[in-house]
């Protein structure tokens, strides 16, 4: 069974940056693509950014060029580094595994930007 908990969130102001850890547990890691997820307050959750068991990422528009998304195997970690941060980018943010056989979500981690 994986379970994930996301940590790093908090208040930061507009054009700064923050990193988003999320770690993973079980043996089913190496094998899952993730993504980084966001819901803001009335707005529905969307897709900030993926990595594949591979290693291959995609990102939002909206997000494309200040967002990284990085996964570390042996660690069973995953990573956002967020940078030039937009008060929009305010959002709950949530990782997700998702392997043959599974969908697993964290709980989240606030993030709020400050204009």
């Known amino acids: 069974q994986v379970q994930l908990v996301e940590s790093g969130g908090g208040l930061v102001q507009a054009g700064g940056s923050l990193r988003l850890s999320c770690a993973a547990s079980?043996?089913?890691?190496?094998?899952?693509?993730m993504g980084w997820h966001r819901q803001a307050p009335g707005k529905q959750r969307e897709l900030v950014a993926a990595?594949?068991?591979?290693?291959?990422?995609n990102y939002a528009d909206s997000v494309k060029g200040r967002f990284t998304i990085s996964r570390d195997n042996a660690k069973k970690m995953v990573y956002l580094q967020m940078n030039s941060l937009k008060s929009e980018d305010t959002a709950v943010y949530s990782c997700?595994?998702?392997?043959?056989?599974?969908?697993?979500w964290g709980k989240g981690t606030l993030v709020t930007v400050s204009s």
């Open positions: 997700r595994a998702l392997w043959l056989g599974g969908d697993i």
């Open positions: 079980g043996t089913m890691f190496r094998l899952a693509d």
């Open positions: 990595i594949t068991s591979g290693g291959s990422t």
